[in-house]
């Protein structure tokens, strides 16, 4: 019943990716139309971004615009021109304390405290972009303190910042 399509495709470290915003829409649109077609009762999640970074990751297409707005912005447009609804949720991963030194939790918990001023950024450019943006669903798919490998991960401090997180979403 649910299906993502694409994982991180905004972060250089998946194979083909970086894309641009309408490299990835051009492809989730062809996926999802094609899906729906065999099965209109599935939800179809995308972008399935690396980052809650809504307002700051680029589009790459080199006009200001962020990778989040401008894959709304052209799903949208496309659900307006289709009559079609091709997006039922926006999927994300959240992984909010980065580190150059050695991870604290301390500054772990402050940085997942960071998610909800990020989720209003979300709902706002779905509301911008997006016709009856109150009946998609937000999905955050993977989520963890960080992705700094560390004993951090594994201690209670990761726990409290989980329950952090869900109680963002």
Request: glycine share 8%; proline share 4%.
């Given at each position: 019943k649910f299906w993502e399509i694409g994982n991180e495709m905004d972060g250089g470290w998946e194979d083909g990716g970086p894309v641009t915003a309408r490299q990835y829409v051009t492809k989730y649109l062809a996926y999802a139309r094609a899906m729906k077609q065999v099965d209109p009762s599935i939800l179809v999640f995308g972008p399935v971004m690396s980052t809650s970074e809504f307002a700051t990751e680029a589009s790459y297409q080199l006009d200001g615009t962020t990778w989040t707005e401008e894959v709304?912005?052209?799903?949208g447009e496309a659900e307006v021109k289709d009559g079609a609804r091709y997006l039922d949720?926006?999927?994300?991963?959240?992984?909010?304390?980065?580190?150059?030194?050695?991870?604290?939790?301390?500054?772990?918990?402050?940085?997942?405290?960071?998610?909800?001023?990020?989720?209003?950024?979300?709902?706002?450019?779905?509301?911008?972009?997006?016709?009856?943006?109150?009946?998609?669903?937000?999905?955050?798919?993977?989520?963890?303190?960080?992705?700094?490998?560390?004993?951090?991960?594994?201690?209670?401090?990761?726990?409290v910042a989980t329950a952090l997180s869900l109680a963002q979403l």
């Amino acid at each position: 019943k649910f299906w993502e399509i694409g994982n991180e495709m905004d972060g250089g470290w998946e194979d083909g990716g970086p894309v641009t915003a309408r490299q990835y829409v051009t492809k989730y649109l062809a996926y999802a139309r094609a899906m729906k077609q065999v099965d209109p009762s599935i939800l179809v999640f995308g972008p399935v971004m690396s980052t809650s970074e809504f307002a700051t990751e680029a589009s790459y297409q080199l006009d200001g615009t962020t990778w989040t707005e401008e894959v709304l912005r052209l799903i949208g447009e496309a659900e307006v021109k289709d009559g079609a609804r091709y997006l039922d949720g926006f999927d994300f991963h959240a992984y909010p304390y980065w580190t150059e030194g050695r991870p604290n939790a301390v500054n772990g918990l402050t940085a997942v405290r960071n998610l909800a001023p990020r989720m209003d950024t979300l709902v706002a450019m779905m509301g911008r972009r997006l016709q009856d943006p109150g009946s998609r669903l937000i999905n955050m798919s993977e989520l963890n303190m960080s992705v700094v490998s560390s004993n951090l991960l594994v201690r209670a401090e990761n726990a409290v910042a989980t329950a952090l997180s869900l109680a963002q979403l």
